[in-house]
């Protein structure tokens, strides 16, 4: 729904970084792309219902209602949340405290601290390739009025954001560990750590948004964050 939004509104140049690009390329129309993006929210919206009533939790019916319409206003007016400083937090909520307290809530248990708490690991894995896209797009987001808060920074303060954000994956699963919310197997995250700095080599360097550095900093996160995130699980089961 949001790409045929930002499509009808002449937001997705076929330069800019992210987005699947099939509606700039021809393949698909966004009238199209925007009945299957309803289609997918309503066959969710009712799937959360039905999950809601199994697990008997209202708690479980208000967070998927929120989801929802936080989603919603994302990318579709009136409140173009995409478009403000607060929206890429409220994306990291929603991708991590908001689905590991949602999934708490739907096998029965009530709601607690600790679901949300383990969500923000996800949502700094999540920050981190989120930051170096929107690193990227910051000369197409000045022309578009986007406010995020990378624009607000500016290149070279956002870009120093990004070693902060590498100490969160590797810490943050380790003072979970130590506080009793993850099992101590889960300090293998500091493993993480070489990696993340080979990852993040290139975009030391990175002079403008249109460097290619940046490009190569990317791709090197996304395959550090799989290998991360299949780590994680693995020490947790």
């Known amino acids: 729904v949001g790409e045929a939004l930002q499509h009808v509104r002449g937001q997705d140049a076929a330069h800019r970084a992210g987005g699947s690009k099939v509606l700039q390329q021809g393949f698909l129309s966004a009238h199209h792309v925007y009945r299957f993006g309803a289609l997918l929210l309503v066959v969710g919206s009712l799937l959360g219902l039905h999950l809601a009533v199994v697990a008997a939790s209202p708690a479980l019916l208000v967070l998927g209602a929120c989801g929802v ?3 919603w206003q994302y990318s579709a007016p009136p409140l173009l949340l995409g478009r403000s400083p607060g929206g890429d937090g409220l994306l990291l909520l929603i991708f991590g405290p908001g689905l590991c307290l949602g999934a708490s809530l739907a096998t029965g248990a009530t709601p607690s601290l600790e679901p949300l708490l383990i969500g923000l690991i996800g949502s700094l894995v999540t920050a981190l390739p989120r930051q170096l896209r929107n690193l990227r797009r910051l000369p197409d987001d000045a022309l578009l009025g986007q406010q995020t808060l990378t624009a607000r920074l500016g290149f070279r303060r956002a870009l120093r954001v990004l070693p902060w954000l590498a100490m969160g994956w590797c810490l943050a699963p380790v003072l979970a560990s130590l506080s ?19 990852a993040l080599g290139p975009a ?17 996160v996304h395959w550090v964050s799989v290998a991360y995130g299949l780590g994680l699980l693995l020490a947790v089961t």
């Open 180 to 198: 009793g919310l993850l099992p101590a197997s889960s300090t293998f995250a500091l493993l993480a750590a070489p990696a993340l700095v080979w």
């Open 204 to 220: 030391r360097g990175a002079f403008a948004p249109h460097d290619p550095a940046l490009r190569r900093a990317e791709r090197r």
């Open 69 to 71: 319409l936080a989603g």
